[in-house]
């Protein structure tokens, strides 16, 4: 069977500072990482960070281990300035959920959460 991708949701935060806008697009897959489970992706930036039951499970421990119930996916997250970022998280608990927070140097921060399909 072939992945299906389906658009979740597509949104972006402009910045009045120069016109500038960080868009994010959240895709539903059928098929994601090596066991070819349902996932989804968030793409930002040339970025995508994949949502898939592997990588979650690895994320999960990792939070479990430092007890934190929102775990922040630092290597996947573009922080280069402290006034504008697009931050992505697992946030832990039933059901698992995907969460995107963006801000750009004229905006507060916008945040969404993804149930995620596991």
Request: with cysteine.
């Amino acid at each position: 069977m072939a992945n299906i991708k389906t658009i979740i949701e597509e949104w972006s935060v402009k910045d009045l500072e120069d016109g500038s806008s960080l868009n994010i697009s959240v895709i539903g897959c059928t098929e994601l990482g090596n066991e070819s489970k349902p996932g989804i992706q968030v793409c930002y930036m040339g970025n995508t960070v994949n949502y898939e039951p592997l990588i979650i499970e690895r994320w999960a421990y990792k939070a479990t281990k430092e007890n934190k119930a929102e775990y922040l996916i630092e290597d996947n997250s573009w922080m280069v300035h402290e006034d504008q970022y697009v931050k992505n998280y697992l946030l832990l608990g039933l059901p698992l959920k995907a969460k995107v927070e963006v801000k750009t140097r004229s905006s507060k921060p916008v945040i969404k959460e993804y149930e995620l399909p596991f």
